[in-house]
């Protein structure tokens, strides 16, 4: 059984930095995409950034670029998306997710499975 389960939330002031983490078992974590959507309530989950199988390519939404770096350890099926000159509107719960296509990274219908979520909080 596929599990991810994310880690690293919490509250943070404005300019701060934050590391989340998600720990994959239950498949060969190498083998998948792996990717971070956030959501707010009332809103569609948003692509944030992701990072296909080898770790050799990485995308970032626009409203992250410069500030957030996604990376992966295969070895240790382990997945990190850090988080530096955090906004108030960056405040979300952040999920990460395994899926088979890069070419589709941004698209939440092509992750197959999704972690349970962890809470980031901004303040101003």
């Known amino acids: 059984q596929v599990q991810l389960v994310e880690s690293g939330g919490g509250l943070v002031q404005a300019g701060g930095s934050l590391r989340l983490s998600c720990a994959a078992s239950g498949r060969t974590f190498s083998n998948y995409v792996m990717g971070w959507f956030r959501q707010t309530p009332g809103k569609e989950r948003e692509f944030v950034a992701a990072i296909n199988r080898s770790g050799s390519s990485t995308m970032y939404a626009d409203s992250v670029k410069g500030r957030f770096t996604i990376s992966r350890d295969n070895a240790k099926n382990t997945g990190n998306l850090q988080m530096n000159s955090l906004k108030p509107e960056d405040t979300a719960v952040y999920y990460c997710?395994?899926?088979?296509?890069?070419?589709?990274?941004?698209?939440?219908?092509?992750?197959?499975?999704w972690g349970q979520g962890t809470q980031v909080t901004v303040s101003s």
């Open positions: 997710a395994q899926g088979t296509s890069f070419t589709s990274y941004s698209a939440p219908n092509k992750y197959n499975y």
